[in-house]
């Protein structure tokens, strides 16, 4: 299991009180619930007062500005993301059934957070210390589904392909969905979809069947 990530460098707060125990989280908590549902230009600092009841002097303390605030409700998502991955994928089943919790997982997360990563994708491309910062957390989360595609190929469920772009190819799939899923769409038929759309591209006889079987199992 890799290490955790260090927390990214911002600002030192403002001079004033100690940090209350507990309200950082409760910030971002609040925060992510706005920047979920909303653009991200559309969302004030006022809103993130109203939705966590701190003052507002309280969250510049915290977050300088809206910016810090964003890459921090970022950053902690996606290592929130990580780790839930890394229990996911942390057990004695098949690696092809493995990838299939993955998807689960990653699209549940994500289902209440559709525009959750809207704006970071446009900032990958620009080399600023926070979208380098985002790139570092994101080659962690990729290395979880990776490790779990060689081990895969290892064990005959996948072919023997390039598992840095398979992992590429399927974060791509997961974001698509997502992004752009219909209202009534249901989150298990997306993951069947996105399981079964994968393995027939890199997936062996063997491990489509041992998917196959597991599906038949949940039904």
């Given at each position: 299991?890799?290490?955790?990530?260090?927390?990214?460098t911002?600002p030192?707060r403002?001079r004033?009180?100690p940090p209350?125990?507990g309200?950082?989280?409760?910030i971002?908590?609040?925060?992510?619930?706005?920047?979920a549902?909303r653009?991200?230009?559309?969302v004030?600092?006022?809103d993130v007062v109203?939705?966590?009841?701190v003052?507002?002097g309280?969250?510049?303390?915290?977050f300088?500005s809206?910016q810090?605030?964003f890459?921090?409700?970022?950053?902690?998502?996606?290592?929130?993301?990580?780790?839930e991955?890394?229990?996911?994928?942390?057990?004695?089943?098949p690696?092809a059934q493995?990838?299939?919790?993955i998807?689960?997982?990653?699209l549940?997360f994500?289902?209440?957070?559709r525009?959750?990563?809207?704006?970071?994708?446009?900032s990958?491309h620009?080399m600023?210390?926070?979208a380098?910062?985002w790139?570092?957390?994101?080659?962690a989360?990729?290395r979880?589904?990776?490790?779990?595609?060689?081990?895969?190929?290892?064990?005959g469920?996948?072919?023997?392909v390039?598992t840095r772009?398979?992992?590429?190819?399927?974060?791509g799939m997961?974001?698509g969905?997502n992004r752009?899923?219909?209202d009534?769409d249901?989150l298990?038929?997306?993951?069947?979809?996105v399981?079964?759309?994968f393995m027939?591209?890199?997936g062996?006889r063997?491990?489509r069947?041992?998917v196959a079987?597991?599906?038949?199992a949940r039904?």
């Amino acid at each position: 299991m890799s290490a955790p990530l260090s927390h990214p460098t911002f600002p030192r707060r403002r001079r004033g009180r100690p940090p209350t125990p507990g309200l950082r989280d409760r910030i971002l908590r609040a925060a992510e619930t706005i920047f979920a549902r909303r653009d991200y230009h559309e969302v004030q600092m006022d809103d993130v007062v109203e939705e966590c009841g701190v003052g507002k002097g309280t969250l510049y303390r915290y977050f300088p500005s809206k910016q810090h605030l964003f890459f921090a409700v970022m950053f902690d998502g996606i290592q929130r993301l990580r780790t839930e991955l890394e229990t996911a994928v942390g057990t004695e089943e098949p690696p092809a059934q493995k990838v299939h919790r993955i998807v689960h997982r990653t699209l549940a997360f994500f289902w209440d957070r559709r525009f959750f990563f809207s704006l970071i994708h446009r900032s990958e491309h620009k080399m600023t210390g926070e979208a380098r910062e985002w790139l570092r957390y994101r080659s962690a989360l990729s290395r979880v589904i990776r490790d779990t595609l060689e081990a895969a190929v290892a064990a005959g469920h996948v072919r023997a392909v390039d598992t840095r772009i398979a992992t590429e190819i399927l974060l791509g799939m997961m974001r698509g969905v997502n992004r752009y899923r219909a209202d009534g769409d249901r989150l298990d038929d997306l993951v069947a979809a996105v399981v079964d759309v994968f393995m027939r591209g890199v997936g062996t006889r063997s491990g489509r069947r041992i998917v196959a079987l597991k599906r038949r199992a949940r039904a």
